[in-house]
DNA sequence: CAAAGTTGTTTAATCGATTAAACGGTATAG
DNA sequence: CTATACCGTTTAATCGATTAAACAACTTTG
């Protein structure tokens, strides 16, 4: 690669120091600069073409304007928009994000946030995989930012911004009742983290408010590092040859809707007919099935926007830390077209 | 942030000089390092735990280990996982990969490569958008190493790797007609884009070579900036009002299709037995409609692995330009079942 | 035993910026 | 007419590493 002009090559071209063009170039000292010189200095480095090199100045400045961002998983279209979001957002503040994903991996993720750490980025934006707290202490640990998206811990004080996941199911689930369903199940994963215990919370207690009583077969958990597709196959399989037939069904995620709708359709059950369906995040490869499925929208925006905003003004300065729950909306489509009761 | 472990503080614990703390963690010099103090060393660094400043080795070094990739539309399923393979097979080799999309615009993708260059990007792995020969040159010019990827222009001799658009389409056209389509169409975007170009350079040549007349309205250019979805729907109420009924389609990228089956779907039509239809890419969200697409799959892996592979090796050393069509996997599924010939 | 070679470590320059402090020169004040 | 203030610019230290060269202190060699 070709040698990049410097600040000595302007400083030598006009025949001054450095440091002066350091100032007229940065816009500082301006009340003290002689305005001829100042013009000089800017027509050479726009002549040389002059780039300022951003790691000389991120080694003296200690700020690299770049930020970590760690996602769970940066094929669920979910995390990819919320990073297309924030690098956006960022990019409007100067910043650049470099990405990773941790793949729901504990030691994966903490790797993840040394190498970003040693890229010496000014701050994070995290999805916390699954027991990570002792990363996140690390982090507290060592003064360094950052915001938790989508998932925190309740027991870590410090900044989040997530959906109001207990909300969000409560809702779904009575709009399932309140179009005639009586029997509505989950597929959820089996996992401690905070985001999908509320989606089940919310889902039991939807019910418990309309006296319906929780059955435990109505509620499937799938490994998280099982084989999602088989493992949703055969939770679908024992959840429609229950003795008393269900008729309603809540995904907490996309990629478990995408993996229960392909098999229920295999299985030639129609929707909303036979089963209404509900699923948490935007399914747009729906809109090509039959009906496409009613789902819960996260404000992928605010969560993309409130975070990178908390995140920089905890870089720039220290503050006490801010938790955020936002709220969902539910797009009815025609997988939940109201059962009429007879 | 708190204030970061350096060499000079592993130089205080020990009592040595800075230089000799960096010999022995980097190993250098070995032999003529003594053993005990040596051994003394790593213990302080791992005691401190000492990581070692990217941003200072990298000014000194003139690397960053970093490298840019400039995609023309991160929100394309395709770009994101040729993105997610490149950034795995850079991981390999110690590098971080810096994303950018330019969403098809010569200008922000100009901005991109200079945002990218201040940082100090070791090089370029770029999609390059419509008109970006400057860009291309711009590079050369400053002799900074890249590599272009699924499109590049003919005229610029320099290392690119791409599918063979033309065979692709030739061989997607000519099963069609082997199947009993007597008038395909193709759906493809207005550009000179020379991977777009390709592909009905060689849609026309499979006609030619099976003496059917090219009809030029059965052949739809979809402008990039215009609205995808409303253009799409127009030229497919276009092609379905031609005199002379047609009897398959292919689309030249998946969100072409998309559009495109939605509104297929929408107007009744049945697939395969009114239409017959291939896209290029994956379209992973057909599996829910009734006739999962037949599709060109692209060798995401190998184009990605080998773009990486050739601009490292570029990195290391300057290298005459490597440039590679490689081909793409015809995946039958049921959008093309055979057409009964009467 | 002096010259030459080894060994283990330090010195100091360097990468490309930033920035407090210093420095001459001129203008203003007392 | 000296003292002080102000102006425009330079000096030099610094960020945290790397690395060629220098340097003592020994050990060999002829």
């Known amino acids: ?126 999805a916390p995989a699954e027991n990570t707290e002792s990363n996140v202490n690390y982090l507290i640990q060592h003064d360094v930012p950052f915001v938790l998206i989508d998932r925190y811990f309740p027991l870590i004080d410090t900044n989040w911004v997530t959906l109001d996941n207990y909300k969000t199911a409560l809702t779904a689930v009575e709009y399932l009742l309140a179009g005639g369903n009586k029997r509505p199940c989950i597929i959820t994963y089996n996992t401690t983290l905070n985001n999908l215990r509320e989606r089940k919370t919310g889902y039991e207690n939807a019910l418990q408010k309309n006296n319906i009583q929780f059955e435990k077969d109505r509620c499937k958990e799938i490994l998280f590092d099982s084989n999602i597709k088989s493992s949703v196959e055969k939770a679908i399989d024992e959840l429609l040859s229950l003795p008393v037939p269900i008729d309603s069904i809540l995904f907490a995620s996309n990629i478990l809707a995408f993996h229960g709708l392909k098999y229920i359709h295999s299985k030639g059950i129609k929707i909303p007919g036979d089963l209404s369906i509900i699923t948490f995040d935007e399914m747009e490869a729906s809109d090509l099935f039959y009906a496409p499925l009613t789902y819960l929208e996260q404000p992928l925006l605010e969560l993309g926007r409130l975070s990178t905003k908390i995140l920089l003004e905890n870089i720039d300065k220290k503050k006490d830390p801010v938790q955020i729950k936002l709220d969902a909306t539910l797009v009815i489509r025609k997988s939940t077209l109201p059962v009429i009761v007879q």
């Open 1 to 126: 690669m070709k040698k990049k002009v410097s600040l000595k090559d302007i400083a030598a071209k006009v025949g001054v120091s450095t440091a002066l063009v350091s100032y007229v170039l940065n816009n500082k000292k301006t009340d003290r600069i002689g305005k001829e010189i100042a013009g000089r200095i800017k027509i050479a480095a726009e002549e040389l073409n002059y780039r300022a090199n951003q790691i000389a100045k991120s080694l003296k400045t200690n700020k690299t304007f770049t930020i970590g961002l760690i996602v769970a998983d940066i094929s669920n279209p979910f995390f990819s928009a919320l990073a297309r979001i924030i690098e956006e957002e960022a990019a409007k503040k100067n910043y650049t994000v470099i990405f990773g994903s941790s793949e729901e991996q504990s030691e994966k993720s903490f790797k993840l946030i040394n190498a970003l750490l040693d890229r010496q980025v000014d701050g994070f934006i995290i």
